[in-house]
């Protein structure tokens, strides 16, 4: 069916584990985004990409890396995990630059021990 | 970006109207207001977006003062579905700036029966 997906929807894994989580769009969208969700955070804007091949730091990008290869996929991995990036993670899209609209996935819950 | 302040939480009795406000006292003339919606444990839900008018659409009604310091999101007749948080976001939509959103804490907002 059309739409975002993320995978996997649960994770845990070990301190220092590379880590990456997937995000696939049907839409052919333009822009796509990463966002953590903390408690007492709300959501936290992570990377972003305007189109394949171009991506750019959001509010906390430290200790994660993206790609993007092709415009329909957008994968986040953490090169080494930690602690701290226990958190549920939302990727999104969005038709062009000036949409309003923002569609989000069904968001991955990642642990790390 | 503007700073929005949103109350933490409201409550209303179902098939009532929700009322939601929203402050946006240091916005700039180029920038709209969106609302967003996150279900539990769901990714965020666009609702509505406007610059200065009054806006419609099947979800919601969005309520802007003519100083456009601040806003107010109707939701008018509440459902036990309609219970979320709710994101009052204000951004700009530059020619040579990507689109991004910044959420806040936002409203929890209880539909009770």
């Known amino acids: 069916d059309a739409g975002i997906t993320q995978s996997p929807r649960y994770k845990i894994t070990e301190t220092g584990r590379q880590v990456t989580l997937m995000c696939h769009q049907t839409w052919s969208h333009s822009y796509m985004f990463w966002y953590r969700q903390d408690l007492g955070h709300g959501l936290r804007l992570i990377y972003y990409?305007?189109?394949?091949?171009?991506?750019d730091k959001g509010e906390v990008p430290d200790g994660y890396v993206v790609s993007r290869s092709k415009t329909e996929n957008f994968p986040l991995t953490l090169e080494s995990a930690t602690r701290s990036q226990t958190s549920v993670y939302f990727c999104a899209s969005s038709e062009t630059w000036g949409a309003y609209e923002q569609y989000f996935g069904p968001g991955t819950r990642l642990t790390v021990t | 970006d503007a700073k929005t302040t949103q109350p933490p939480s409201m409550d209303c009795a179902e098939g009532r109207a929700a009322n939601l406000p929203c402050n946006h006292s240091?916005?700039?003339?180029?920038?709209?207001v969106y609302w967003y919606r996150q279900i539990h444990s769901q990714g965020p839900q666009y609702i509505i977006h406007?610059?200065?008018n009054n806006e419609t659409n099947e979800m919601a009604s969005l309520i802007i003062t003519e100083d456009r310091k601040s806003s107010t999101l109707i939701l008018p007749h509440a459902t036990l579905r309609d219970t979320a948080v709710y994101y009052c976001?204000?951004?700009?939509?530059?020619?040579?700036?990507?689109?991004?959103?910044?959420f806040g804490s936002g409203t929890r907002l209880l539909v009770r029966p």
């Open positions: 976001i204000v951004r700009a939509i530059l020619m040579d700036s990507s689109y991004k959103l910044i």
């Open positions: 990409s305007a189109a394949a091949d171009i991506t």
């Open positions: 406007g610059l200065k």
């Open positions: 240091t916005i700039s003339g180029n920038e709209y």
